[in-house]
């Protein structure tokens, strides 16, 4: 890529390991605009529990190293690329990180948590006016893919009873707050009593410390045993993106002819599975994957109109952003870790 003299502050991953294994750099190379692309000035970046398996390397994904880590990004044009039709520079935009040829930046090709990123023009969302970059940044992979999983899929509704583990991440807050807005009533399963406090806050009607308490035993104690020959028992909707122990209690709480919503297996992709559940109680387990431009454009709409606030933990320097990241993988932070490059 043409360098020119320029450099600029990165956030850069050389090999698979661990956080250590991320270096900020202070003179990467700035990229400039190709055809068909421009040049963002990223304001706002944020992390995602990918970005913890994209540290570690995942079975089947070969990452071009070295690689500029940080999916989600917001930010401003910075220079624009021949080629492309309809944008500026100076226009605030928001990036879907999913590169039709290349596929997710952050991963396969560089990603935000730097002070410029290449994006393709096709990627590119206008942030609407009264939506802070951090707040836009903070949306894609966590809320875009719970705003799929919950809203286009059309799958919680007014009045239903909704169980969601790992509420206090970026898709388990995405899910509380889009599940609350939907009229349903949440049980918020976390891991500490500082989560529970900060889920209730939220909207929460309940909320379960899975350290404490067997969260399919305490929905069973609560609303009943899940009864084959009628629609007593349980909870509407139990959505899980965490797998691994929770996946086959998850079965046992759902109600008959429930639904189980799976986007995720941040604990274990190949769990122990009961089929009898399914069967037995037409149980509907529907997996949900990444998002699409409407649902960021839905989600910035709904923040535009003050209906809507991305829970954000905490806004970060790019200088700690790597510690931003070790608060996601040890399991510290409510909602999402913004870095503002
Ligand atoms: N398919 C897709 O398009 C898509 C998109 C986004 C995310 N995902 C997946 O969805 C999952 C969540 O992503 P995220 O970015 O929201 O992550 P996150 O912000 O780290 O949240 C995950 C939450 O799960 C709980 N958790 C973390 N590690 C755990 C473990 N080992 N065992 C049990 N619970 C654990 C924690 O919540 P508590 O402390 O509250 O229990 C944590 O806050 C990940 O597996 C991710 O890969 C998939």
Redesign the pocket.
Known sequence: MAILGTTMKALVLRRHGGLDDLELLADHPRPRALPGHVVIRVRASSF???DV?TVRGMPGIKVPFPVVIGLDMAGEISEVGPDVAGWGVGERVLVNPVNRKKGLMGEMLDGGMAEYCLVAADQLISIPEGVRFEDAASLP??YG?AHRMLVTHDTVHNGERVLIL???????TGCVILARHLGAEVIA????AQ?MQALKDMGASEVLN?NDVDFSRWAVEKYGKPQRRSHEGGVDVLIN??G?D?WVPSLRCVKRGGKVLV?????GYDPKEDLRYIWSFELKIIG???FYDEDLRALMRLIAEGRFKPAIDRVLPLEEAREGLRL?QD?E?IGKVVVTP
């Open positions: 995602n529990y990918h398996f992979v966590a893919t790992g509420a206090s991440g970026g898709v388990g399963c976390t891991s500490s989560k899975v993106f965490t691994g929770t986007c995720g297996a941040t604990a949900s994957n990444s996601i399991r932070v």
